[in-house]
């Protein structure tokens, strides 16, 4: 479980390894992405995409 404020409490979030994400790949959060160097964290209403370089892509929803 991640914590992500007031607003959330404590959310079930699944652990992505970096190194099995496939360009293309779409991960919503929330989640966790692991890999040797970075860890990078999607609240809940965000989305990754791993483009074709390999890079993540991060969405955050526009505040109503």
């Known amino acids: 479980e ?3 404020g007031a607003e959330h409490g404590w959310v ?5 390894a970096r190194h099995l994400l496939d360009a293309q ?3 919503t959060g929330p989640a966790v992405i692991e890999e040797m160097s970075s860890t990078v ?3 809940p209403a965000m989305q990754a995409t791993v483009d074709a ?3 993540i892509v ?3 929803q526009a505040a109503p």
Do not use: H, I, M, S
């Open 2 to 4: 991640v914590y992500f």
């Open 25 to 27: 790949a779409r991960v």
């Open 12 to 16: 079930e979030t699944p652990v992505y």
């Open 53 to 55: 370089l390999g890079n």
């Open 41 to 43: 964290v999607l609240a």
């Open 58 to 60: 991060v969405k955050t």
